[in-house]
Every structure is written in C-alpha cells, then in structure tokens.
C-alpha cells in the first residue's frame, strides 16, 4: 500500500474504478463468467482477444469525443 499524499498513491488512485469496471466486462463476456478454453495458449488468445477489443472500443470512442461538433447539430 501506498500512503495517501504519496507519488504513486496520486497517479494511480483512480485506477481502481476502471479496473474493476474492465474485470467486470471481462467476466460478462465470458461464457457464463468463466473461461472457455482448455490450454493455456487458448487462455492466452482469449485474453489477448478482450484486450483488442476493448483496446479499439476506447480508441473509436476518443476519436468520435475528439471531431469537431457542427454549429448544425
């Protein structure tokens, strides 16, 4: 743990949040909340596949925040 106040304890405090927010998306993308691959090499492709995924959502969703908003809109 890192005390209040501290370096670290600033930049990362709100970390937390959004990690639980993406631990949670991951369970309900899981088929029944639990992993469906059988080796450790299929884990790994599904993690990296959620990783993807999420990764460009996030990207779409800062570049649609980042256009210009119309005066027509």
Same mark, same amino acid.
């Given at each position: 743990?890192?005390?209040?106040?501290?370096? %670290?304890?600033?930049?990362?405090?709100?970390?937390?949040?959004? *990690?639980?927010? *993406?631990? &949670?998306?991951?369970?309900?993308?899981?088929?029944?909340?639990?992993? %469906?691959?059988? *080796?450790?090499? #299929?884990?790994?492709? %599904?993690?990296?596949?959620?990783? %993807?995924?999420?990764?460009?959502?996030? &990207?779409?969703?800062?570049? #649609?925040?980042? #256009?210009? #908003? &119309?005066?027509?809109?």
């Amino acid at each position: 743990m890192h005390p209040p106040g501290s370096t %670290v304890y600033v930049e990362t405090y709100g970390w937390r949040n959004d *990690t639980e927010s *993406t631990h &949670s998306q991951l369970d309900t993308w899981l088929y029944r909340e639990r992993m %469906v691959a059988d *080796t450790v090499e #299929r884990q790994t492709l %599904v993690m990296l596949e959620f990783a %993807v995924t999420i990764n460009a959502i996030a &990207s779409w969703y800062a570049k #649609r925040r980042a #256009r210009p #908003r &119309s005066l027509a809109a």
